[in-house]
C-alpha cells in the first residue's frame, strides 16, 4: 500500500530552522517526482518546491533561497530543510508523489501524506 509519511515540523521562532522529512513505500520511489505543498487554515493548498526523479529541483517564487528540496532514493525519502522561518510560513506541509514527466506545480499529484505542522511564531 502506497504510504507517505512527513516528519520534522514543530513550533519555532522566526529566523529559525526546521528540516521536513517524507518517508515514502509501497511504490517505486526513484520513479516518481516528488514535492512539498502546504496549507494555512481557511486557504488552499500551496505549491513549496518540487524535484524531479534524478534530483534537479525547482521552487516557488516565496522561499526567496530560503528552502532546499532534496531526495535520496536509496532511503526513498524526501527532505525540506526550511531556514529564515517567517510567520507567514506556518502551515501543515504535505509531501506528495506523481509519475507523471511534466514539472508540476499545482496540487495534482497522485500520492499524498497527512501533512506535519509548522507553526513560526513572530
Known amino acids: 500500500q502506497v504510504q507517505l509519511v512527513e516528519s520534522g515540523g514543530g513550533s519555532v521562532q522566526a529566523g529559525a530552522s526546521l528540516r521536513l522529512s517524507c518517508a515514502a513505500s509501497g511504490f517505486t520511489f526513484r520513479n516518481y517526482r516528488m514535492g512539498w505543498f502546504r496549507q494555512a487554515p481557511g486557504q488552499e493548498r500551496e505549491f513549496v518546491a518540487t524535484?524531479?526523479?534524478?534530483?534537479?529541483?525547482f521552487y516557488a517564487n516565496f522561499v526567496k533561497g530560503r528552502f532546499t528540496i532534496s531526495r535520496d532514493n536509496a532511503k526513498n525519502a524526501m527532505y525540506l530543510q526550511m531556514n529564515s522561518l517567517k510567520p507567514e510560513d506556518t502551515a501543515v506541509y504535505f509531501c506528495?508523489?506523481?509519475?507523471?514527466?511534466?514539472?508540476?506545480?499545482?496540487?495534482?499529484?497522485?500520492?499524498w501524506g497527512q501533512g506535519t505542522q509548522v507553526t513560526v511564531s513572530s
Open positions: 524535484i524531479s526523479r534524478s534530483g534537479v529541483p
Open positions: 506528495a508523489a506523481t509519475d507523471s514527466s511534466t514539472l508540476i506545480t499545482t496540487p495534482r499529484y497522485d500520492y
